[in-house]
Every structure is written in C-alpha cells, then in structure tokens.
T-cell receptor, first 113, second 116 residues
Framework: DTAVSQTPKYLVTQMGNDKSIKCEQN?????MYWYKQDSKKFLKIMFS???????INETVPNRFSPKSPDKAHLNLHINSLELGDSAVYFC????????????FGDGTRLSIL | DQQVKQNSPSLSVQEGRISILNCDYT??????FLWYKKYPAEGPTFLISISSIKDKNEDGRFTVFLNKSAKHLSLHIVPSQPGDSAVYFCAASDNAGGTSYGKLTFGQGTILTVHP
C-alpha cells in the first residue's frame, strides 16, 4: 500500500497551460506539504495544510494554488505555466504540524516545453 | 541564503568501509535534524534523526552525530553496502518555534556510491 501517492508521475506540457498535480495519503495524517526540487536539487517548501487549513505559504508566485478538499488530499494547481516551473514536485505528510518525520511521495516531474 | 549545506556533492566508498556524510547549518533556531535517503525516481525516505538535546543517535548501521557549537552534523554508515548507494539529504527543522509548523529546510544532497 502506497502511503503518499502523487499523480501524475510525469507531466509534459506547453508554456501558458494550466495543470494540476494530485496528492493523497492513507496514513491518517493531519498535515500535508508541497515541496519543489529545482534544477540545483534543493528541496524547498512551498505550502502546508493542517486539517484543510493553510499554515505555511512560502514566497511562491500566486499562479500556484494549493487546494485541500479533505485531510487526506492536497492538490496543486498551477496557472499559466512558465519555463521556470520545470521541476520535481514532492508531496509529503506528517501526523501533526512539527511532527517528524515527514513521509514523501515519489514526486511529479513537470517539464515545460 | 542556504541555511543547510552539504558541501560534498558525491562520495565513493568501498563495500564494508565507513561512509561519512557531512552537513552544516547556519540557523541556530534549528532544533531537529533528519537524514533522508533517495533513490532515482522515488521520494525521499526517512533514515534517522536527532534532536538538538542529543549529540548522537544510533540505529543499526546508521549513526548521526550533532555538534551544535560547530553547527555541524554527520551521518556514519558502517559497514557500507552497495544497496546504500543513493542520494542522502540532510534536513533541519525549528520544531520549538511557534510558526515553523514543521517546515523542513534541506541541503542539496550528497550522492553516495558504494562499490562492491
């Protein structure tokens, strides 16, 4: 059973398009995160939700909008995709905010043409 | 401003020997540190952690050492095995802080290759 699952695994699209990445966790955790791994390989936090409420919102363009329909799901919608959005996006979850470790999904590789 | 740094992009060791991966941090508010292991096309997998109230934590072949005064931590793997070949990420969190909400700050990773 996959604990944190992301779909799709790969996403190739044109500049200017709108796309969504979905994340689901079956661990019963309250807190979910989105991280971006850029070309320099750093993983950087983007957003976090706790029990459907936004608790972390880093300096991210407002073209990125997270949505949490319930505790087990955190989706990432990206409008007007730009070349610089090409990266691997990782979803993660933890029992509560500040609980460690966080459990990660396998990532979504987004490529902008 | 990179608050967590792994200055060695790669490390190559022989099977059976010790692997030592290093990590430095600058933010004195960090009080919890983790090591994650990552295989290609997979997500990071938690390996071992240490709280700032300790200076050592051991789990089987893996030991993490923390030197708070130097703001330095290291991961020792003994003995190293070919299956340990992966990217290792160091991460830090300000857990006691009221507004960090468990945000992890990662280093850029070290590629470990263990040769048979």
């Amino acid at each position: 059973d996959t604990a944190v699952s992301q779909t799709p695994k790969y996403l190739v699209t044109q500049m200017g398009n709108d796309k969504s990445i979905k994340c689901e966790q079956n661990l019963g955790h309250d807190t979910m995160y989105w991280y971006k791994q850029d070309s320099k390989k750093f993983l950087k936090i983007m957003f976090s939700y706790n029990n459907k409420e936004l608790i972390i919102n880093e300096t991210v363009p407002n073209r990125f909008s997270p949505k949490s329909p319930d505790k087990a799901h955190l989706n990432l919608h990206i409008n007007s995709l730009e070349l610089g959005d090409s990266a691997v996006y990782f979803c993660a979850s933890s029992l509560q905010p500040s609980d460690q470790p966080q459990h990660f999904g396998d990532g979504t590789r987004l490529s902008i043409l | 401003d990179q608050q967590v740094k792994q200055n060695s992009p790669s490390l190559s060791v022989q099977e059976g020997r010790i692997s030592i991966l290093n990590c430095d941090y600058t933010n004195s508010m960090f009080d919890y540190f983790l090591w994650y292991k990552k295989y290609p096309a997979e997500g990071p997998t938690f390996l071992i952690s240490i709280s700032s109230i300790k200076d050592k934590n051991e789990d089987g072949r893996f030991t993490v050492f923390l030197n708070k005064s130097a703001k330095h931590l290291s991961l020792h793997i003994v003995p190293s095995q070919p299956g340990d070949s992966a990217v290792y990420f160091c991460a830090a969190s300000d857990n006691a802080g009221g507004t960090s909400y468990g945000k992890l700050t990662f280093g850029q990773g070290t590629i470990l290759t263990v040769h048979p």
